[in-house]
């Protein structure tokens, strides 16, 4: 079964955050980044019960922490909250991982200061937001570093006392993202009028409304175990919405592409072992699949081309470089580019990978070592990000797995 999303998990915590009274989430997903975003929401006011498979949220009142916001290494979590900041009565800190803190969010701090809102990177790379009153008006920022951005605008635009205008100065990368902002907003009473390319976004001041919001399966997440239906033999992987805004849904049509025997049902996807040929896929609106479809690559037969995969060097890690070091450990010949990957598949061969502390690379090398054998994930924890119970499916799978 696929976990929760991660994704619509964090947008149904700042929404109901937002919404003044109680609001359920149903069937979240708990992992690291997610606790991330709870404890962040609580130093500012926001009351969660955590249940069994649902929290319960009591929103809409703010007040000034005592401490600092630490987002561990969630970035979702840094990005949205530093707006929703802009609405909280006095001053907030927010600090995070290395990691995270070396990843760029001042063109998010440049569009809130257009809107009227103090706030600033401080020496130690934290972002520090004086809130307590958002004015609204226009502001514009560049749609091709990270969509969390504008998510993170659209999430406060309705608060504003003049409502927002948002304009793109570039074309929206990652639109599948901005889409179930916009769904999840509209989940909790919220409109937003939007051009249908995605770069200009206009919300009047309105309410949030409390609901009861259902969080779907995740298609990053599953496609790690659909992808090693193709390299290892038949999975069926549950609680999927094939009809799913998410972008990395479209796992399907590369599995298919490159000769995985794929049959999508209700609310399931079955994936079988089929010899797999390469592909050309622009990862443009999906850069989270960069290493499982990477790992398909390698184990098909020719040369595969994957680009649309800059912003992939702004992520946990610089995953461009980390997919081909961890291919060129495995004798799979790779060539890397600024925006483009090549990689000749050929039998890989087991060996020692640095996760560099990202989860999707662990997972992705995970699907290679489970097919050859002899292959150690260092920093293998770091699945807990978004996947804690990770290991324990690959067990089930039939995956020889031993954690050290």
Same mark, same amino acid.
């Given at each position: 079964m696929?976990?929760s999303s991660k994704?619509?998990?964090?947008?149904? &915590?700042?929404?109901?955050?937002?919404a003044?009274g109680q609001?359920q989430i149903?069937?979240? &997903?708990?992992?690291?980044?997610?606790?991330?975003s709870?404890?962040?929401l609580?130093?500012i006011?926001?009351?969660v019960?955590?249940?069994?498979?649902?929290w319960q949220?009591?929103?809409?009142?703010?007040? /000034?922490?005592?401490t600092?916001?630490?987002?561990?290494?969630?970035?979702?979590t840094?990005r949205f909250?530093?707006a929703?900041c802009?609405l909280v009565?006095?001053?907030c800190?927010l600090?995070?991982s290395?990691s995270?803190?070396?990843?760029?969010?001042?063109p998010?701090?440049e569009?809130?200061?257009?809107?009227g809102?103090?706030?600033h990177?401080?020496? +130690?790379?934290?972002?520090?937001?004086d809130?307590g009153?958002?004015r609204?008006g226009?502001?514009?920022l560049?749609?091709?570093? =990270?969509?969390?951005?504008?998510s993170? !605008?659209?999430?406060?635009?309705?608060? +504003?006392?003049e409502g927002?205008k948002?304009r793109?100065?570039?074309? %929206?990368?990652?639109?599948?993202?901005?889409?179930m902002? &916009?769904?999840c907003l509209?989940?909790?009473?919220?409109?937003v009028? =939007?051009s249908p390319?995605l770069?200009e976004?206009?919300?009047p001041?309105q309410?949030?409304q409390?609901?009861?919001y259902?969080v779907?399966g995740?298609?990053?997440?599953?496609s790690?175990?659909l992808?090693?239906g193709?390299l290892a033999g038949?999975?069926?992987v549950?609680? %999927?919405n094939?009809?799913?805004l998410q972008?990395?849904?479209?796992i399907?049509?590369? !599995?298919?592409e490159m000769?995985?025997?794929?049959?999508?049902?209700?609310?399931?996807?079955? #994936?079988? @072992?089929?010899? %797999? @040929?390469?592909?050309?896929?622009d990862?443009?609106?999906?850069?989270? &699949?960069?290493?499982?479809? *990477?790992v398909?690559?390698?184990? *098909?037969d020719?040369?595969?081309?994957?680009?649309g995969?800059?912003? *992939?060097?702004?992520?946990?890690?610089?995953r461009?470089?980390?997919?081909? +070091?961890? %291919?060129e450990?495995?004798?799979?010949k790779?060539?890397?580019?600024r925006?483009?990957?090549?990689?000749?598949?050929?039998?890989?061969k087991?060996?020692?990978?640095d996760?560099?502390g990202?989860?999707?690379? *662990?997972?992705a090398f995970?699907?290679?070592?489970?097919v #050859?054998?002899?292959? /150690?994930?260092e920093?293998?924890?770091?699945? =807990?990000?978004?996947?804690?119970?990770?290991w324990?499916? !690959? @067990?089930?799978l039939?995956?020889k797995?031993?954690?050290?």
């Open positions: 696929a976990p994704s619509y998990t964090i947008r149904g &915590l700042m929404s109901a955050a937002l003044r609001s149903i069937h979240p &997903l708990g992992a690291d980044d997610t606790a991330a709870l404890e962040v609580n130093k006011g926001i009351g019960v955590q249940g069994k498979d649902s949220v009591s929103g809409g009142n703010f007040c /000034a922490p005592d600092d916001l630490f987002c561990r290494e969630s970035a979702a840094l909250m530093t929703i802009s009565p006095g001053k800190r600090t995070s290395p995270l803190a070396v990843r760029p969010i001042e998010l701090v569009a809130l200061r257009q809107l809102i103090d706030c990177q401080d020496e +130690a790379a934290s972002v520090v937001v809130g009153k958002l609204g226009t502001t514009e560049p749609g091709n570093i =990270s969509s969390q951005y504008v993170a !605008l659209l999430l406060i635009s309705p608060l +504003a006392e927002i948002i793109l100065t570039t074309p %929206l990368e990652s639109q599948p993202f901005i889409l902002t &916009l769904e509209q989940m909790f009473g919220i409109r009028d =939007s390319d770069r976004f206009e919300t001041r309410i949030y409390p609901a009861s259902i779907e995740d298609w990053s997440s599953a790690y175990l992808a090693l193709a038949e999975v069926v549950e609680n %999927l094939p009809e799913s972008g990395d849904k479209v399907v049509n590369f !599995l298919r000769g995985a025997l794929v049959n999508i049902g209700q609310n399931s996807v079955t #994936v079988g @072992k089929s010899p %797999l @040929k390469a592909i050309r896929a990862l443009t609106d999906c850069i989270d &699949l960069l290493p499982t479809v *990477a398909l690559a390698a184990a *098909a020719g040369t595969s081309e994957l680009t995969i800059e912003r *992939a060097r702004l992520k946990e890690s610089d461009v470089f980390a997919v081909r +070091a961890g %291919l450990r495995m004798g799979i790779t060539v890397e580019e925006n483009r990957l090549t990689i000749t598949g050929s039998p890989p087991g060996s020692l990978i996760s560099r990202d989860h999707r690379i *662990a997972m995970s699907l290679l070592g489970t #050859v054998g002899g292959t /150690a994930i920093g293998a924890e770091c699945v =807990s990000k978004t996947y804690p119970e990770f324990e499916t !690959l @067990k089930k039939g995956g797995v031993k954690l050290e």
